[in-house]
Structure formats: C-alpha cells, structure tokens
C-alpha cells in the first residue's frame, strides 16, 4: 500500500522545514547551548506541522552526533538512536493521543513509568497531542509530574484549540504558537513534491490548491494527493477547478470587479455561468465575501495587504488595491451584508441562485425609499375551515393608511430648489428637534434614520437647511428625490413649516458612529423636553414673582 503525500514527505530534520523559522531557531538554540526545558506546548491550527515538530526535537537532543550549524542544529541521520526513533523502534519516545486517553487511571500510570530512566536514549520524551481533550480530573493530576518531572523526561503537549487548556497547564510550559502557513510557504512545498513525484502542473494550480488548504500543510498535501490519484502526469488549473468544485480565483474577481463598477447584467450572467457548469455557489460565495472583507481592509488602511501575504499573490494585492480606489467603504460593507444575507437563503430557495442574483442587484442598483404617507403591506386573510378542508392562508398585497398620523405638510408652490425668504429658521431650533426626526422618520424608511444619524446641520437660509455628511455614497443616497422628500415631508409636520433640504459633503467632517437606536433617541428627547419645561417654568416664576412651595 501506498503512503499518502503528507506522511511520505514529512520533513525529518530541522533543515526540512518550511516555515515556522522563528520556532526553528528557537528550539536549535535551545538544544546547542543546553538550555531545553523540561515542558513545551505547541499550538495552532491543524496541519501546521506541531507534530512534526515534536518527533523532530526528540530526535535531534537524543543524537550521538549533532550537525551544530549556526542558528540551526540537526540530528546525523545515522547514529543508532536517530535510526531507532525514525523506525519507530524505540521505548523511549512515547507519543499518547489524549482523545483516546482522556481519564484520571491514563495519567496515573503514565505518572508510574515516568520516574523509570530511558531504555536506549539520552531523554524520554512524551508528546501528548490533542491535550486539551484530557478531563478536568486527568489535567490536574497531570499538574505536579508536568511541573517537577525527572531530570531524563520533556514533555510535549500539542493542541490545536488553546483556550480549553486549563492555565495551571499553560504557565508550566514553554508556548510556541503555530501560525498557519503564508501561501509562498505552503506553493514551494507543494512544487518540491511534484518534482519528486514527476508531475508537471501549473502555478495556477498550486496557488488554487494552497488557497484551499487555507495554511495547513497536510490539507495541502492531502489534496495534491487526491489529485494525483485521479490525473494523469500533466494537471492544468481547468482540473484543479473541477475536482476540488471550486470557481476559478479570477472568476471570483471579475465578478467583484463588475460588483464595484455596477455592471449589474455582466455580473449576473456570470453568477450563471458558474450554475451552469456545476460549481457550488457556497464555496464561490464564501470566496466571493472573503474577497470583500479583504477590499474593507484595505479601504481601512493599505497597511493591510501584509496581513495578506500568507493568502494572497501580490498580484492579487495589486488588483484588490485598484479596486479601493472604485468604491467607497460603506458601500463594500453593505455589499458583505447582502452576500452573507444570501448565504444563508442560497439552499431554501427553489433556485439557489436567485439569492445571490437578489443580493447582486441590491448591492448594484438604487432603489426609491417608500412615500411616507402611504405603504404598500402584506395582510393575510383567513379563510374559515369549510368541510373539513384545512384553513387557507393567502398572502395579499394592499394599500394602506400608514399607522402613524398622516403627514400633511405644506406644499410649496414653488419649484424644490426655491427659497421662502419670509421663513426664519433658527438653527438651534432645529437642533433641538433632530431627534424626534430620527424617531418619526423610522417607520418610513429605517435607513434614512441611521444616515441622518450621521449628518450635521451646517447653515439655513429661508427655508432650506443644509445637510452636511463625510460620505459620498450617504449624499447619494439622501439626496435620492423620494428619500429628499420623505424627510422634508416628516421634518416640515415637526416645525410647521414649508422645510426644503439640500445634503452637500464635507471630507472634513470627522465621521460620526451612525446609530438609530430608538431608545437612545427617546431619552435624548426626553431630556431635552425635561430642560425646556424647566426653562418654561423659571420664566414664569420670573415674571410672576412666585416661587416652587413643593414638588409633586
């Protein structure tokens, strides 16, 4: 029988490794100065090599003949304990797996053998992986022999979920973290062992295999495996793309690229194409929101695209840059909400793609906020059980009176942009009414309640106010004509007045947090109705020379 990739090309020398240098370095010093300690803990997600690392370290301090490079130490390969732990012959490296060895008797006995001296080898070594899944019990009877063990025996405890190690645990070892492997690493490691195994496959297609490994070396590996198994000695990123069902990495940015620059039809008639040729659309969309969260980040701060480099080609990064320059923040981040919102519907739909096709033109298209006197609602009529048949439901669209009072502002005769001169607004005034706008305007248009969140009131002249927002897209989206309407109509009834509003950006205006929480509105309210009774009732006492007796 064959051995699988990942076993077959497993590194047996430090010289070996790829990646985790500074773990490497760390551990080589450790062994040539004589400075090992007598505990470590490895952690990290799988398949980032912790096993790996603790067979190697057990083999090269057990060595006879030490090859004592500078900042690098490796074992001889053939003195006679190097050749007994790379057989598995020898009694003196024990590895237990804590999934199958969870209880209280397991530690108990390896606490009777462990004050026995080595069989053939310098040090007895332990590596316990998967530690964190020993019981409550089996860790606290682990504490004391971890803490104080034989001069002859280190400890390895391997885990890939850190935080269900108990801290009494954690502070006795050594912690080396596991990071997951940057894509260069895990591309190089896949080419040395297609040159190995004589088969010639694209760049394209190690850098769609490493993608999907997302950091681990034996998922990589394991996956060149399944594809070796199954291809001849030439693999072209077409076969890639069809075994592992994945959407070409450029596929996914050219629908991003039409999502940015709002060609709607292009970007559909793609989305089809992936149907049609039977790829799975919730692996296309968890790329496709990935590919998003990384356009955020670098909308954020370019600094970001280091953090890419373990996942990302730079010519990748390069695109992802240009794209920054096409699109504005708020607009990436609804983009992510509609495309999780459409992750979760894509299989309760009758046709999967209909959700994503949904959220692709909501994240491309503007749409007219509903008019704030009439809304257009969903009623269910019942019908009553007629001869045994069951009662039906029948969802029927009407028109409505909204619930709230009837806005009947007064409409100017004049065009939208003229000016009453006749009226005088206080700006003061008008901020001392901005939060009962954001609360009667929440039934209309929830929306427009979290982008007046973020708005000042810069000038008034006549009748028109004048709107300030840090945001192109916010400008876009309240100067919109229903939206610009519905909030002269709700801020007109508020102030009896004819108001006019026009929104205008200013770049300088540091960026207020957009929040619409009714409550908060409501105590604000509150407050400032509290303070203008106050003002009211000294006024009278003032002028009626009286004065409070009592408060009720």
Known sequence: MSQTLYRKYRPKNFSEIIGQTHIVRTLSNAITKNRTSHSYLFTG?????????ARIFAKTINCENPNKAPQLVTACETCPSCQIIQNGQTLDVIEIDAASNTGVDNIRELRETIGLPPTSLKYKIYIIDEVHMLSSGAFNALLKTLEEPPAHVIFILATTEIHKVPETIISRCQRFDFPRLPLPDLIEKLSFIAQKEKVTIEKEALEMIALSAEGGFRDAESL????????????????VEEILGTADKSFVLEIADDIVTKKTTTAIEKVNTLIAEGYDLQIFLKALINHFRQLMLLKVDKNFQNSFKRELTQEKIEKLLAQ??????VQI??????????????????????ALEIA??????TFPAPTPTMKQ????????????????????????????EEITPPVSTQKETAIDSTVSLDKDLLKNHWNRLLIDIRPFNHSLCALLSTCQI??????????????????????DPQNRLTIEEVFSKILELPIRIQIVVDKNLAPIQASCSEEEIREEAKKEESHEQSSLLDSAMEIMGGKIVADE
């Open 45 to 53: 997600p799988r398949g980032t090599g912790k096993t790996t690392f």
């Open 224 to 239: 060149l495996g399944q594809i070796f198994s199954m291809e001849d000695k030439n693999i072209t990123e077409k076969v």
């Open 324 to 329: 920054t320059t096409q699109i504005e923040l």
């Open 333 to 354: 981040i609804n983009a992510i909400n509609l495309f999780l919102e459409a992750q979760n519907k894509i299989y309760s739909f009758l046709l999967p793609q209909l």
């Open 360 to 365: 692709i033109i909501k994240a491309t298209q």
């Open 377 to 404: 609602e969903f009623v269910q009529e019942i019908t009553p059980e007629k001869n045994g048949s069951p009662i039906q439901n029948i969802a029927k669209p009407i028109i409505t009176q909204n619930v709230k």
């Open 458 to 479: 810069v000038t008034t002249e006549g009748n028109l106010v004048t709107l300030a927002t840090p945001y192109d897209f916010y400008k876009e989206k309240l100067a």
